[in-house]
Structure formats: C-alpha cells, structure tokens
C-alpha cells in the first residue's frame, strides 16, 4: 500500500488551523519541528489539564484528503491544514491502518501510528455542522472516527508535499485504531 503527501502545515502557537509549508522538518520522539503539539509528553490542552507527564502519543496529525471531498458533498469547504493537521495524505486508507503500522515518508521520515483523533467541538467551531460529518457510527453503533490518524516519529527527516508514502503493516495479529 502506498500514497502521497498533498501537503504539510504546522503552527508554533495554538490555533484550530495550521498554515500550509513548503516542508516540515520531523523530529524523532517529538514530532514537527516548530509546531505547538511537538514534544516527549502531552502538548494538547486537554490532555495537558487530565495529566502533564503522559507521554505524546499525538507528535504528528494526518487527514485523508479523501475526507475533504467526502464532506465537500455535503456543502463543507475544507482544505489542507484547515483541521489542524500536520500531514494530508492521498491514496492511503488511514483510518483502516492498525495500530503499529509505519509510515515511512519521503527519503528518511518514518512515523508510527497510535491511534485515531479524537474529533473535538472545535470542528463545528471551524464550521457548523463539521462534527457530525466526520463522526458517525457503523452497522454496530460504535463510533466511526474520520478526523484522522496520530502518530509518533520514529525517524525524523524533512517532508514535503509530492513525497512518496510506504506503509509498512506490524505482525499480526492487528490491533484496531481506537482515540489517543
């Protein structure tokens, strides 16, 4: 399975969006180099608030651009960055990546995926309505989380929009996605 970066956005104070780079540069164990949520322990507020020594399993945000057409659809205009992630990607099914998996990115990044997003009422702030389109429930009633992945830097090195995305599986047996 592989894919493409469509963009990179990164922000060195807090805000609901990130401006689109021309690159970011990732660090390993702390996730991109300048932004706001980059660090050995918990950046977000939230998490912040609940317990400051917990460690970061959120360094670096990924959004399917997919997602983008999807809500588009439905009358939402949202593009690159406008989330607040790090990373948009195109031709991968990150919502569909066990937890392990690696994504190694360009020449030299590697990130390692922990979890989903958990999508907050930040998004309906962005734009009214947001929220309810990128959660939703399957056929069981559990919740389907859309706003994307997390993920930690294993390797650092810079990343650009055009870069080539390897996704490397773990050993199974797979462990689903569930909110970090």
């Known amino acids: 399975m592989s894919g493409t970066v469509t963009a990179v956005s990164s922000n060195g104070r807090y805000s609901f969006t990130k401006p689109n780079r021309d690159s970011v540069t990732l660090l390993a164990g702390l996730g991109v180099e300048g932004d706001v949520h980059a660090g050995t322990t918990v950046k977000h507020r939230s998490r912040v608030a609940q317990d400051p020594t917990q460690p970061n399993l959120r360094q670096v945000h990924l959004i399917h651009e997919e997602l983008f ?4 659809a439905d009358g939402f205009r949202v593009a690159p960055g406008d989330l607040g ?3 948009t990607t195109s031709g991968v099914d990150l919502l569909g990546l066990p937890v392990g998996t690696l994504l190694r990115i360009g020449g030299e990044a590697v990130l390692e995926v922990t979890g989903l997003r958990n999508p907050c009422r ?3 702030r962005f734009q009214a309505g947001l929220l309810k389109r990128v959660v939703g429930r399957d056929e069981a009633g559990r919740a389907v989380l859309k706003a994307g992945i997390m993920s930690v830097v294993r390797e650092g090195g810079v990343v650009r929009p055009g870069d080539p995305i390897r996704v490397e ?3 199974e ?3 689903r ?3 970090v």
């Open 69 to 72: 057409a999807e809500v588009g």
């Open 85 to 87: 992630e790090n990373i």
């Open 122 to 124: 930040q998004i309906d």
């Open 169 to 171: 599986l773990p050993s």
């Open 173 to 175: 047996p797979h462990r």
């Open 177 to 179: 996605l569930e909110r």
